[in-house]
């Protein structure tokens, strides 16, 4: 079983619609991450969730909106997509929220908007 | 001054070479720090943990400067498969931050 897996993998999609990304960790783990890997390849903290709870919301446009519906889950939703939302977005988890232990990632999410 | 500092890359080196790589973080309240390792089109994996008093792990060996505030990672011997990106990350209050990375590519 994937311990940390993302769908869907790969997303083309044209300017100004409306996508999900899903993610789900099946370690037990307590605190859930998206990060977003741009085309030069610079990993950024979008979000954390601990047990449901938002704990950072990095300068993230609004269109983005992060769900946890528990703590196995959490989802990305954007709306009215753009050009500059086109990377790879990856979800990640940890045992817990002290940033001491290894983050585990997702395969990651290919957003392509045309 | 970026958070997470790492050497610009690339390096390109042969086969059996020694490589080191460098970063430097600007968070100086930081008490956990990594190496991960990213291949082409792949998820970030955990290299090595950085530990104070340096730490070693088979042909990689990770160091800690906390008053300069700057770890390193050196590789001996470098393989064909130690072809990737290497991450430098910083534990940044309650989550973690990376640097750009360095890519490695090691040459026949």
């Known amino acids: 079983d994937t311990a940390v897996s993302q769908t869907p993998k790969y997303l083309v999609t044209q300017m100004g619609n409306d996508k999900s990304i899903k993610c789900e960790q099946n370690?037990?783990?307590?605190?859930m991450y998206w990060y977003k890997q741009d085309s030069k390849k610079f990993l950024k903290i979008m979000f954390s969730?601990?047990?449901?709870?938002?704990?950072i919301n990095e300068t993230v446009p609004n269109r983005f909106s992060p769900k946890s519906p528990d703590k196995a889950h959490l989802n990305l939703h954007i709306n009215s997509l753009e050009l500059g939302d086109s990377a790879v977005y990856f979800c990640?988890?940890?045992?817990?929220?002290?940033?001491?232990?290894?983050?585990?990632f997702g395969e990651g999410s290919r957003l392509t908007v045309l | 001054r970026k958070e997470v500092e790492q050497d610009p890359g690339p390096f390109n080196v042969p086969e059996g070479a020694t490589v080191a790589f460098n970063c430097t973080y600007s968070?100086?309240?930081?008490?956990?720090f990594f190496w991960y390792r990213q291949d082409c089109r792949k998820e970030p994996k955990l290299l090595m943990s950085?530990?104070?008093s340096g730490n070693e792990d088979g042909r990689f060996t990770a160091q800690l400067n906390r008053a300069s505030q700057y770890i390193s990672l050196l590789i001996r011997d470098s393989k064909l498969s130690d072809s990737a990106t290497y991450l430098c990350?910083?534990?940044?209050?309650?989550?973690?931050?990376f640097g750009a990375g360095t890519r490695l590519t090691v040459k026949p």
């Open positions: 990640a988890s940890s045992q817990d929220i002290s940033g001491s232990g290894e983050l585990f």
């Open positions: 370690l037990g783990h307590d605190t």
């Open positions: 969730y601990n047990n449901k709870e938002l704990i």
């Open positions: 968070n100086s309240a930081s008490q956990s």
């Open positions: 950085v530990y104070s």
């Open positions: 990350v910083v534990n940044w209050w309650d989550d973690m931050r």
